[in-house]
Nanobody, 126 residues
């Protein structure tokens, strides 16, 4: 099973950028096979799917609010998946989680993902 650790969160001003990293350990030999998703949970709200990348690097955007601003990329050699966030807005403030799917294709359903990181706080504020 994969273990995932997010990093790169922090405080950023509106309009700024951040790059979150999701580093895998454990059974990383299989990292390239699984879809990896990014989710976020804002205070008082349910966790929502943001973006997902399949094993063939097909990207699926689930959150309309991030289209054109966020993107996802994977580097299997570095055992890392990235979430690039640009033009950040205060409403992007949330804890961001990466998760490994149970198969190669993407899904917005949390139940499909069986390995989760601990989360990384992103705060967008002036």
């Amino acid at each position: 099973q994969l273990q995932l650790v997010e990093s790169g969160g922090g405080l950023v001003q509106p309009g700024g950028s951040l790059r979150l990293s999701c580093e895998a350990s454990g059974e990383t030999f299989f990292l390239g096979y699984y879809a990896i998703g990014w989710f976020r949970q804002a205070p008082g709200k349910e966790r929502e799917a943001v973006l997902c990348i399949s094993n063939t690097d097909t990207i699926t955007e689930y959150a309309d609010s991030v289209k054109g601003r966020f993107t996802i990329a994977r580097d299997n050699a570095r055992k890392t998946v990235y979430l690039h966030m640009n033009s950040l807005k205060p409403e992007d403030t949330a804890v961001y989680y990466c998760a490994a799917g149970s198969d190669y294709y993407c899904s917005y359903r949390m139940i499909y993902f069986n390995s989760w990181g601990q989360g990384s706080q992103v705060t967008v504020s002036s």
